[in-house]
């Protein structure tokens, strides 16, 4: 999986949300996207995210790649992955998804 966390947007596209945090499933290429007003919001909706899509597909999420952007390096966000056995590999920021490998 990838992930990635965009904003803020200088306009506001829809009900004040001004980020973007996209998830990419690297063997199906599903694409979701969540809007949110503010970047500690990705925590929790990422969280409710892997809930759903390890029921859904029966599975567990293994590895996930983000940038090393601020929203991606920070203790919450570490000691949860830790805590459900999800390794992390992050890239360079601004690097393409296309770039990540896959």
Sequence with gaps: MHANLWGPSQVSPHGGNRYFFSIIDDYTTKVWV?????????????????????????KKIKVLRTDNGLEF????????????????NKIVRNTPPTKWGG
């Design 73 to 88: 390096r920070n203790r919450e966000f570490d000691a949860f992955c830790n805590s459900q056995g999800i390794l992390r």
């Design 34 to 58: 969540f809007l949110l007003k503010t970047k500690d919001q990705m925590l929790e909706r990422f969280k409710t995210w892997k809930t759903l899509v390890e029921n859904q597909i029966d």
